[in-house]
Antibody
C-alpha cells in the first residue's frame, strides 16, 4: 500500500522559506512510472499545482509559472522522500499543502499526503 | 491558460442520480480526472482517464467526456457522497495540470 507522510512547520514568517517533506512508503521516489508533486489549496485559489519531480533515466522538474522563481522540489533517494522549498513567502502563500503521487501521461493524482496547513504571518 | 468551469453546487435526494459537469474548450480532446474531497481530508481520486474507477471506488461513480463538457455521474446517491468534487485535466499547451473550481454536492 502506497502512502505519503508529510512533515514540516505550520507557521512561517513573511519573507522566509517554507519547507515541507513528504516520505514515501510502498513506492520509490526513483520510480520510472510515477511523479511526485506538491499541490496547495486555499479558499481564494482553490487547488493549485505547484510542481513536480520525477525520474526517467534522469531527474526532471516542472514548476508552476506562478511560483517558478521561488520554488525548489528535491528528491532524496537515500530517505525515499521529496521536499518542497518555497522562498520569500507572503500571506498569499497561506494554504493547505499536499504532496501527491501522479501516474500516467494524464497525470492523475492517485495518492495524497494528509495535508499540512501552513500559515504565513505578516 | 486553460480554464475548467464547474457549478458551485449541486443538490440531490438520496437514491437519485447526481450529475456534476466540468466545462472546458474542447475538453473532449483531453483526459479528465475527478476527485472527491470531504471536509478536513485530502482529495481522493474517484474517476481517472474519463471513466476509469480506481480500486475501491463504488460502481455508482462513472464519468463521461465529450465536446466541451465532462460529467461525473453518481448513481443511487448516499449521504456519504456529500463532498466537494473537482475535475482536473493536463493542459499540454502549458505543460501543467488544471483543476476546476469545485462543486459542492449536497444530499438532501
Amino acid at each position: 500500500q502506497i502512502q505519503l507522510q508529510q512533515s514540516g512547520p505550520g507557521l512561517v514568517k513573511s519573507s522566509q522559506t517554507l519547507s515541507l517533506t513528504c516520505v514515501i512508503t510502498g513506492d520509490s521516489v526513483s520510480s520510472n512510472s510515477a511523479a511526485w508533486n506538491w499541490i496547495r489549496q486555499s479558499p481564494s485559489r482553490g487547488l493549485e499545482w505547484l510542481g513536480t519531480t520525477y525520474y526517467r533515466s534522469k531527474w526532471y522538474n516542472n514548476y508552476a509559472v506562478s511560483v517558478k522563481s521561488r520554488i525548489t522540489i528535491n528528491p532524496d533517494t537515500s530517505k525515499n522522500q521529496f521536499s518542497l522549498q518555497l522562498n520569500s513567502v507572503t500571506p498569499e502563500d497561506t494554504a493547505v499543502y499536499y504532496c501527491a503521487r501522479s501516474i500516467g501521461s494524464g497525470y492523475a493524482y492517485n495518492i495524497w499526503g494528509q495535508g499540512t496547513m501552513v500559515s504565513v504571518s505578516a | 491558460s486553460y480554464v475548467l468551469t464547474q457549478p458551485p453546487s449541486v443538490s440531490v435526494a438520496p437514491g437519485k442520480t447526481a450529475r456534476i459537469t466540468c466545462g472546458g474548450n474542447n475538453i473532449g480532446s483531453k483526459t479528465v480526472h475527478w476527485y472527491q474531497q470531504k471536509p478536513g481530508q485530502a482529495p481522493v481520486l474517484v474517476i481517472s482517464y474519463d471513466n476509469d474507477r480506481p480500486s475501491g471506488i463504488p460502481e455508482r461513480f462513472s464519468g463521461s467526456n465529450s465536446a466541451n463538457t465532462a460529467t461525473l455521474t453518481i448513481s443511487r446517491v448516499e449521504a456519504g457522497d456529500e463532498a466537494d468534487y473537482y475535475c482536473q485535466v493536463w493542459d499540454s499547451s502549458s505543460d501543467h495540470p488544471v483543476f476546476g473550481g469545485g462543486t459542492k454536492l449536497t444530499v438532501l
